[in-house]
């Protein structure tokens, strides 16, 4: 069993057991009211999308989380697109007119498909089997698989984004796709940068971007993590 499953195999038995005697519903009225039992309740709703949706939380740090909230409040007409749909599509959908969301796992986007709001366009790129991958994922379980189409699937679209999100599959390849659709006052998120890989492919942007990391609580993890959000640099 990995260090994964352990962990949701914990959190669902405990989190069962706390429903029973009382203790979730406890959480589920003090979230509106307190980020740490936002928190808390979030660890038992992990891959819940309707626990998650009900928290009105996407799973970036809550300090990256309440920046991009503030920017798309002042733009009401806002588009995003993002690859990796899960709780920040659901969250990006409250905050913004329309969300384009890329998503490789068929069985995640149709879940993802039913609570989906009309003005989000869930896209469904799987990899490609191949020997030779030209974009791979490092992941542990996704070798031999070409994301090549994946990352592209921004270059099908047009104009820019207010909000780029980058949070899925082969991410530095996406990143790379990413800056030059991203409007002049647009903010780029880039999760999980806790990642060597992830902090050199943004560092090999250098001057191109302007570059703040929020570090602490990100729903669903026992952990703090590190969210990155890029903008691109003035002249």
Not at 46 to 60: F, K, M, N, Q, T
Not at 126 to 131: F, L, Y
């Amino acid at each position: 069993m990995t260090a994964r499953s352990a962990y949701l195999r914990i959190t669902g038995v405990a989190g069962g057991l706390l429903g029973r005697i009382g203790l979730l519903g406890l959480l589920d009225r003090w979230a509106p009211r307190s980020r740490l039992a936002t928190w808390l309740r979030s660890l038992f709703a992990i891959y819940d999308l309707e626990g998650l949706s009900g928290l009105d939380v996407p799973w970036w740090t809550f300090a990256s989380a309440d920046l991009v909230d503030a920017h798309l409040a002042a733009r009401p007409g806002a588009r995003v697109f993002e690859w990796g749909s899960g709780a920040s599509t659901l969250w990006l959908a409250r905050r913004a007119a329309g969300v384009h969301s890329v998503e490789h796992d068929g069985a995640w986007a149709d879940r993802l498909r039913a609570v989906l709001p009309a003005h989000v366009e869930l896209t469904l790129v799987p990899p490609v089997a191949s020997t030779r991958p030209e974009v791979g994922s490092r992941k542990k379980g996704h070798q031999g698989l070409d994301f090549t189409d994946y990352v592209s699937a921004i270059d099908a679209t047009e104009g820019v984004y207010d909000v780029i999100v980058v949070d899925g599959r082969a991410r530095e390849a996406c990143l790379d796709h990413a800056l030059h659709r991203l409007a002049p006052d647009g903010l780029l998120v880039f999760d999980n940068v806790d990642r060597r890989r992830y902090r050199d492919a943004i560092d090999r942007l250098g001057a191109q971007v302007t570059v703040t990391t929020t570090r602490g609580l990100t729903p669903a993890l026992p952990y703090p993590t590190r969210t990155a959000l890029l903008r691109r640099a003035t002249s």
